[in-house]
């Protein structure tokens, strides 16, 4: 959920992942994207990484449960 978190803001290149990413290691992070590329959510273009359609799709149904999440953290 990382990657497609911050892939929402805009493309980005490995490099800048990985600084946004900060706890997965550069073979995880390189997995994933990997995968996601796989599954359509996300494609490398001339700017770097970002979200496919059905990536975008996909945030706006992760998006409330993120924010969900925050607040509830809040809590404790």
Known sequence: MGIIWN???G???F??????????????????????TIAFIIERTEDGYCLTK??????DLLFPVGKWAKN???KF
């Open 72 to 74: 509830w953290a809040k």
């Open 54 to 59: 059905s990536g975008k799709d996909l945030f």
């Open 7 to 9: 892939l929402s803001k």
């Open 15 to 36: 490099r800048e992942l990985q600084e946004r990413c900060e706890t997965v290691s550069p073979t995880t992070l390189n997995t994933r994207l990997k995968e996601l």
């Open 11 to 13: 493309p980005c290149n």
